[in-house]
């Protein structure tokens, strides 16, 4: 102890320096040691927890007992439900995934995954809405052209002469 002070003394600012970087570097050691168990038991758990991960593949375009047999296979649990009637769905074939939840990517084996098709009915009920909107565009139209024409025929004078 003696010795480090007349080492600091003798050096000043810069004694005192030297003094202080083994006891600091002694404490960045015990320091990582302590938290180096935390570390690892950490990964370890990172690790167990992306084991237990498979990617999800995209079944959206193939024919819904295709992708259910493929997304089984992989250890998913897979519901097929009709799809909502949508005018999004007239392009799709008959008994087609149109949608899944969740979506591709990496998921639990095991995770249940819903495959959303297009049956007759579907297809149907698409096809009305199409005709509706339509029929609504078309109304919307004549409206606005009936209008027109009675706005043609009103005659504003402008000015006296």
Do not use: C
Request: avoid cysteine; charge should be positive.
């Amino acid at each position: 102890m003696a010795k480090k002070i007349k080492l600091r003394r003798s050096f000043g600012t810069l004694g005192k320096l030297f003094t202080i970087i083994p006891d600091t570097t002694e404490l960045i050691g015990k320091g990582m040691e302590n938290t180096r168990p935390i570390i690892e038991k950490y990964m370890d758990q990172r690790q167990k927890r992306l084991e237990g991960l498979k990617t999800i593949d995209d079944v959206i375009n193939l024919p819904v007992d295709d992708a259910e047999a493929h997304l089984e296979k992989q250890g998913f649990v897979v519901a097929t439900i009709p799809a909502k009637p949508n005018k999004k769905w007239l392009e799709a074939g008959l008994n087609e995934v149109v949608s899944m939840s969740p979506r591709a990517g990496k998921h639990k084996i095991g995770s249940l995954i819903k495959l959303y098709y297009v049956n007759l009915d579907v297809l149907e009920k698409s096809q009305s809405l199409l005709e509706e909107d339509n029929l609504k565009i078309v109304e919307r139209n004549q409206k606005i052209s009936d209008t027109l024409d009675t706005v043609k025929h009103i005659k504003i004078p402008f000015g006296k002469k």
